[in-house]
């Protein structure tokens, strides 16, 4: 099992970056594929990207891509999301999950959730 904390976010202008964190419980972190997911109001939760087990294979929801950058560091148990040229529409909670395979496809599924980091940008 694997615990997960988010930090990181908080509240930018539009076309501000953040990097969020999530840091994960364990020693057993780099058998893990890792994601980020978002939830705004009202709105249904959706995959934001997601790295395999070895960090060597990535992938990005197509609203995100060229502008988000998932990365891991399996040496100190912890995922990143830096979120450059962020827009009004990419505001919402966002969430860590983990799921003990070598790597999760978009639209699979996660067995292990953080409690989320809220990110707020302003136009």
């Known amino acids: 099992q694997v615990q997960l904390v988010e930090s990181g976010g908080g509240l930018v202008q539009a076309g501000g970056s953040l990097r969020l964190s999530c840091q994960a419980s364990?020693?057993?972190?780099?058998?893990?594929?890792m994601g980020w997911f978002r939830q705004a109001p009202g709105k249904e939760r959706e995959f934001v990207a997601g790295?395999?087990?070895?960090?060597?294979?990535?992938y990005y929801a197509d609203s995100v891509k060229g502008r988000f950058t998932i990365s891991r560091d399996n040496a100190k148990n912890t995922m990143y999301l830096q979120m450059n040229s962020l827009k009004p529409e990419d505001m919402a909670v966002y969430y860590c999950?983990?799921?003990?395979?070598?790597?999760?496809?978009?639209?699979?599924?996660?067995?292990?959730w953080g409690q989320g980091t809220q990110v707020t940008v302003s136009s």
């Open positions: 790295v395999s087990r070895s960090g060597g294979s990535t």
């Open positions: 999950a983990a799921a003990n395979k070598p790597l999760v496809l978009p639209g699979g599924s996660y067995e292990y």
């Open positions: 364990g020693r057993t972190f780099s058998t893990y594929a």
